[in-house]
């Protein structure tokens, strides 16, 4: 089990011309942030190169691409060196414009796109799950949020006013 | 070692910030093992009648603000 194989699969299914652009989210793409969480799986956002003839957006290029070379498929899942990897297209503007401001990280000599810390912070704020709200404010106590492009984020994306009940909810009086 | 709260709690904050200030790749390492460690304690009657394989449950990234599947 190792995810550095992981990353190292999608930089290569990418040099392949399978997908076209890529970022790792979630609680994966937070740890190039964060101190690491216990997470079970990795999200990885894609664009897909339309197959000929089609309109259709459709994972099945990365499917048999990834099956061809061991992986295996559970569900939405694709197990990748015994990490299921859930290859997301872009859901939302916010999602696009994570994808397309991805930066490039470093991970011992192997390069990998990574969201970054305020899109993975409005991701959060948008999503608004339980640990997606924990994550957002792992990410304001960590202090890596510069406040000016995370608040143009939210204003893009008319966040602002979840991000003002989510002040209200957790970071009112706090010592 | 201490029982002072106040100091508890910076002890831990320190440790947070001593880990999220590693190399990256010792943090991916650190995934790893975590993701080992919660496979381990999982009860084994939970992985048997799901899946073979132990995931979360997808997070809801919503579309124009309302959820998706």
Redesign the interface.
């Known amino acids: 089990?190792?995810?550095?194989d992981v990353i190292q699969t999608i930089n290569q299914m990418q040099a392949d011309g399978v997908i076209e652009h890529y970022a790792v989210g979630?609680a994966?793409g937070a740890?190039?942030?964060?101190?690491?969480?216990?997470?079970?799986?990795v999200?990885v956002f894609v664009s897909f190169k339309p197959e000929a003839g089609s309109v259709i957006v459709s994972p099945q290029r990365i499917y048999d691409y990834l099956t061809a070379r061991g992986g295996?498929v559970?569900?939405?899942?694709i197990?990748i060196s015994g990490?299921?990897v859930?290859f997301?297209p872009p859901?939302?503007p916010l999602?696009e414009e994570a994808l397309a401001q991805a930066v490039e990280?470093?991970?011992?000599g192997t390069s990998v796109r990574v969201f970054t810390a305020e899109h993975l912070a409005a991701?959060a704020l948008?999503?608004g799950?339980a640990k997606?709200k924990a994550r957002l404010l792992q990410f304001i106590e960590?202090g890596v949020l510069d406040p000016a492009r995370f608040q143009a984020v939210l204003a893009r994306h008319?966040l602002t006013a979840a991000w003002q009940r989510f002040e209200q909810q957790f970071l009112r009086d706090q010592p | 070692m201490t029982f002072d709260p106040a100091k508890i709690l910076e002890s831990k904050r320190a440790l947070r910030r001593d880990l999220a200030a590693r190399p990256i790749a010792e943090k991916l390492a650190l995934l790893d093992a975590l993701r080992e460690r919660e496979l381990a304690i999982r009860p084994a009657s939970q992985s048997a009648k799901e899946s073979s394989v132990l995931h979360e449950e997808p997070a809801p990234y919503r579309a124009g603000g309302k959820k998706t599947l």
């Open positions: 089990m190792n995810i550095r979630g994966v740890t190039f942030y964060l101190e690491p969480v216990a997470t079970l799986d999200d295996t559970q569900g939405e899942y197990v990490w299921p859930q997301l859901a939302s999602g990280k470093d991970v011992a991701v948008q999503t799950r997606d960590a008319g």
